[in-house]
């Protein structure tokens, strides 16, 4: 049994491209595409269901040249979890503190960067580019250029 606080990175059913000093992640389940600035893409590929939150700690130090709180990864932990990122949810230990009080203290101290995720929703594959003029009146499809004519004449519309 896997303990329950090894974070393991969510990667089935996702489009992942690394670039310089980020990892984009779209998410083919939820239409909604990530943003992991570099903080977060390392800790996020450390999930690998063998690092404890201490061994990510100690990774980022190492990567980073200097000493990396834990409440940094929890962090990240929280947010990848509330963007769906990791296979399990985790719950963050941040010691009676709160979320806010977590990120001044750890920003205060950081050398590196605060992990941030920057989420958006994309349109589906079939909306996408799509020129459709949505709700205006229509008689027939060919009046909708890229979508249908829904309902009835008179009150039938693009969609």
């Excluded at 600035?37 to 130090?61: E, F, P, R």
């Excluded at 719950?91 to 001044?104: C, L, S």
């Excluded at 909708?144 to 969609?159: I, K």
Aim: charged share 20%.
């Amino acid at each position: 049994m896997k303990d329950s606080q090894i974070p393991v990175a969510r990667k089935e059913g996702m489009v992942i491209q690394e670039m310089p000093n980020e990892v984009l992640v779209y998410d083919l389940e939820t239409n909604k595409a990530h943003c992991l600035n570099q903080t977060a893409a390392t800790i996020w590929k450390s999930c690998d269901g063998s690092n404890s939150v201490t061994d990510i700690s100690k990774l980022l130090a190492k990567t980073s040249g200097s000493a990396v709180e834990e409440d940094l990864i929890w962090l990240a932990i929280d947010q990848l979890n509330e963007k769906n990122l990791l296979e399990t949810q985790i719950a963050p230990k941040f010691n009676g503190q709160t979320r806010r009080e977590v990120i001044k203290k750890v920003g205060l101290a950081a050398v590196i960067a605060l992990p941030i995720i920057s989420s958006l929703a994309a349109p589906k594959a079939a909306h996408a580019g799509s020129q459709c003029p949505v709700g205006d009146p229509c008689t027939t499809s060919a009046d909708c250029p890229n979508c249908a004519c829904l309902g009835t004449p008179p009150n039938a519309v693009c969609g």
